[in-house]
Each structure stands twice: as structure tokens, then as C-alpha cells.
């Protein structure tokens, strides 16, 4: 029985239909390794970028018994992924689109159209909440300006005229 070895990997492609990912990929010198399961963290999966690097485990010493650990695409892995603080995470992936869950402060940015879909969304900052649902868009708390005028329930209007006449702006 041969001994188990790590060694390193590039990424040449997955199939990522089934139950539990695959991968294909080169190991040591340029050895093709087909079929090994690519083990990842529950709750999240990603099909890594050709060429990506990873570390290979082969038990036991068999090929036909090697997994993929790992697979990290160094082109993808730019500056907002870098040099972050213990517990920091980083999503991202090779558009660019980057969820930053650092400190205090999360991000999320795209490079495109942000799709997110519920029933309803709450936002609550400090003691204003905004609710958004099917019903429509409900502000609780805070105040309404735009261009720094009041434009919430307490606005009021300059040179008000009865009927149909225009009135000034917003005060």
C-alpha cells in the first residue's frame, strides 16, 4: 500500500451536474486526473476558472482515489480579495462581482444589474425603516428631503392657490 500525497493541481475543467463536483485536472507532471470529486464547504459552491491552482490529495497513493482541495484562479483574486483581517470574508468572482463581509461594514457591488428577489425587503438605519413588497415602498421614521427640501408628510408649500393652480416648491 502506497502512502497518500498532496500535490499540487491546475484546473482543466468540472462537471458540476451532479450530486458532488468533478474535476478534471493536470497533477504531477502534466498526469491527466479525471473524475475526482472537488470537496467543498456546505452552503456554498463555485466552478472555479480554468487554469486555477488547487492542492491534489491522492489516498492511498491511487489516482483513481484523489480529490481536489481547494482550486483558487489567481487572475480573479484581485485587490479586493487581498489583505484582509482575521474574520474578514470575501465573495467575488471572475466578472468581479464582490460581496465584502469585512468588519462592521459589509459591500456588495456588481459590475452589472444586481438582481435580488423576496417577497419583500426591510432596510433599517438607525430609527428610520424602509419596506419594500409587492404593496409598494413604506418609510418608517426619519425624514424625506430631496435637494435638502422637506418632501415628507410635514412639507408645506409656498404661495398655495385653491383649485388648479400651480404652487411654489417644496419648503
Not at 484581485?78 to 474574520?87: E, I, L, R, V
Not at 417577497?119 to 425624514?143: E, R, Y
Request: hydrophobic share 30%; with cysteine.
Amino acid at each position: 500500500m502506497s502512502e497518500t500525497s498532496l500535490f499540487r493541481i491546475e484546473h482543466i475543467s468540472a462537471d458540476d451536474t451532479g450530486d458532488i463536483q468533478t474535476v478534471t485536472a493536470y497533477g504531477h507532471a502534466s498526469e491527466q486526473l479525471e473524475g475526482i470529486i472537488r470537496v467543498q464547504p456546505h452552503g456554498f459552491s463555485s466552478n472555479p476558472p480554468v487554469g486555477s491552482h488547487g492542492m491534489g490529495l491522492r489516498l492511498r497513493g491511487e489516482s483513481d482515489l484523489a480529490v481536489a482541495l481547494g482550486l483558487e484562479d489567481p487572475t480573479s483574486r484581485t485587490s479586493y480579495a487581498k489583505g484582509q483581517n482575521p474574520g474578514d470574508c470575501v465573495l467575488y468572482n471572475a466578472d468581479g462581482s464582490v460581496w465584502k463581509m469585512v468588519g462592521k461594514s459589509p459591500s456588495f457591488s456588481c459590475l452589472q444589474t444586481c438582481t435580488l428577489t423576496a417577497t419583500s425587503f426591510v432596510f433599517k438605519c438607525g430609527g428610520t425603516t424602509f419596506t419594500l413588497s409587492a404593496d409598494g415602498f413604506v418609510q418608517t421614521g426619519g425624514a424625506q428631503k430631496h435637494n435638502d427640501h422637506d418632501v415628507g408628510a410635514t412639507h408645506q408649500h409656498t404661495d398655495v392657490t385653491p383649485g388648479s393652480s400651480t404652487s411654489g416648491p417644496p419648503q
